[in-house]
């Protein structure tokens, strides 16, 4: 279930980029994530990169999103609010990824919301999360 859902992001993600992306060429797409490597949960992070690891591949395995390999660019969170906002900063400075995988926990996602704001530019991010309704456990932001 949770390798369908990172999966989903994954994908959905990629495409979205493309989307605002205009070059073709066979340079890999970059999709930023933070997860969960050190603190006191490092199996659920260990879980998540795997499941989005494989995600890339099979989209890989497919052509890749317009000719254009998929590659994660992962950032630990420290499983800490003030962990994600560094980790974040670090992809968001990166001007070569358009898109990201957010955290799972929602006050992580409260943290990096100012982040997000100020990036000045259209960027696509993805959430993670489990929900009662399939519909809701996905959904991407555009952020302008």
């Known amino acids: 279930m949770l390798k369908r859902m990172i999966y989903h992001r994954v994908v959905l993600a990629g ?52 000719g254009r390999p998929i590659e994660l660019v992962i950032e630990d969170d420290q499983s800490t609010n003030p962990g994600v906002v560094l980790a974040f900063s670090k992809l968001a400075g990166d001007k070569d990824i358009p898109a990201f995988i957010g955290p799972v926990r929602s ?25 009662a309704s399939p519909a809701r456990a996905h959904s991407l932001e555009t952020i302008t």
């Not at 970059?30 to 995600?55: D, F, H, N, W």
Request: net charge positive; aromatic share 2%; with cysteine.
């Open 15 to 66: 495409l979205t980029v493309v989307l605002t992306c205009l070059a073709s060429s066979a340079e890999p797409l970059k999709i930023g994530m933070v997860a969960l490597l050190t603190g006191p949960e490092p199996e659920t992070g260990r879980y998540e990169i795997q499941s989005a690891k494989l995600a890339a591949e099979e989209v890989n395995k497919a052509g890749g999103v317009l």
């Open 107 to 131: 006050t992580q996602v409260h943290a990096i919301a100012p982040d997000i704001q100020r990036l000045g530019r259209r960027r696509h991010f993805a959430r993670r999360g489990l929900s």
